[in-house]
């Protein structure tokens, strides 16, 4: 939509949600690249990077008129989109096998972005979000516990490459990254390898909570984090947000700098493939008046969670309120796992 021509942008589809954010004094992480990208160019060609950091520059200036010291992500999720567009070829460009190869084009096109956007404007803060995950060995044996170690450890690579601490022949600079976003559902545990992998649901013993995955990539980082995306379905909406955030404030006391957390979505959405109505936001869909129904619940909680954040800033000690039905959580991940399959599965159907 902005730029349907080479080199020629046009923003005037994003100045309504720039001028609604500026109104409102709400504070926006503005998301460069989301999976998308002009239908005329091959993202795995060096005309990507060039394309993209012009586009990044059109976009920082934009932003810039408005808002002094715009917080922006140049590319969302580098981690997941290789392995989903180049890996297991259920996005576009539906490729297998060339994981590795986007993961580094899509670093490259951060880098060479952030560099040119920091010569525009140095007061512009960067993010770097990605899912947060814990992958452990399906079985005791060394080549098991090999892989699943690897692949744990590859949440971290997209990262380490930008700043420089990986593949320094990339061009990363530690300064490259100020703030790190970490995604997280309650289908980011699973076992590996082989066919035999499978999710990990919060009452399994090997599940591990999500104040010490905050403490892993604190101590990973060493940046200040912020929870990016983190959801659920139907009822069990406000159950997961009270976990999660119970989870966040346990991080806060042992010290690991949570900056806060963004539910997504904010408004119930059509699934990706089948257009299914999907009920895992704060906000139903429009009526004809342009109103959206609350889904009370979830509401209510948070608006609790919110007085509790507000209590932990004014210094008062952390409690830790346990509260949340674990067993209602581990059908919810079911759910969500056979939903995630199904829609993968029309997906590759359709590609």
């Known amino acids: 939509m902005i730029e349907t021509r080479p080199y020629r942008f046009n923003f005037s589809s994003a100045r309504a949600i720039l001028d609604a954010a500026c109104e409102t004094d709400t504070q926006v992480i503005w998301d460069l690249w989301h999976y998308g990208w002009p239908d005329d160019i091959d993202i795995f060609s060096p005309q990507f990077i060039s394309r993209f950091v012009a586009f990044s520059c059109a976009a920082a200036e934009h932003l810039t008129e408005k808002i002094e010291a715009p917080l922006i992500c140049p590319i ?18 539906f490729a297998q ?20 956007m920091r010569q525009l404007n140095p007061r512009i803060r960067f993010f770097h979000i990605d899912p947060m995950i814990n992958v452990i060995a399906r079985d005791l044996t060394p080549e098991s516990v090999a892989a699943s170690n690897d692949y744990h450890r590859s949440q971290f690579e997209a990262y380490d490459m930008i700043t420089g601490r990986q593949a320094p022949e990339l061009g990363g600079q530690e300064d490259f990254v100020d703030f790190v976003g970490v995604n ?17 649901v919060p009452s399994d013993p090997r599940y591990r909570h999500v104040r010490d995955l905050l403490q892993e990539n604190f101590d990973h980082h060493s940046k200040p984090l912020f929870v990016a995306e983190t959801g659920i379905e139907d009822e069990t909406r406000p159950a997961w947000l009270r976990y999660v ?3 966040v404030f346990a991080a806060i006391a042992n010290g690991v700098p949570v900056q806060g957390v963004c539910l997504y979505p904010i408004v119930n959405h059509p699934g990706w493939e089948d257009d299914r109505h999907c009920y895992n936001g704060l906000f139903d869909y429009a009526d004809d008046w342009g109103d959206r129904e609350a889904f009370e619940p979830l509401a209510i909680e948070l608006a609790r969670q919110q007085r509790f954040a507000e209590a932990i800033d004014a210094g008062e000690p952390f409690v830790d309120r346990r509260e949340t039905d674990v067993s209602a959580l581990d059908w919810a991940a079911h759910l969500m796992e056979e939903r995630t399959d199904d829609s993968r599965t029309a997906e590759s159907a359709a590609s």
């Not at 981690?79 to 460009?93: T, V």
């Open 97 to 116: 096998g060339r994981g590795n190869k986007m993961k580094r084009q899509l670093v490259r096109a951060s880098i060479e972005s952030i560099r040119a």
């Open 184 to 200: 997280y559902y309650i289908h980011n545990q699973w076992t590996y390898p082989g066919e035999g992998g499978s999710m990990i």
């Open 76 to 93: 969302n999720e580098i981690s997941f989109f290789s392995w989903a567009g180049g890996d297991a070829g259920i996005l576009n460009p």
């Open 245 to 247: 955030c119970n989870e």
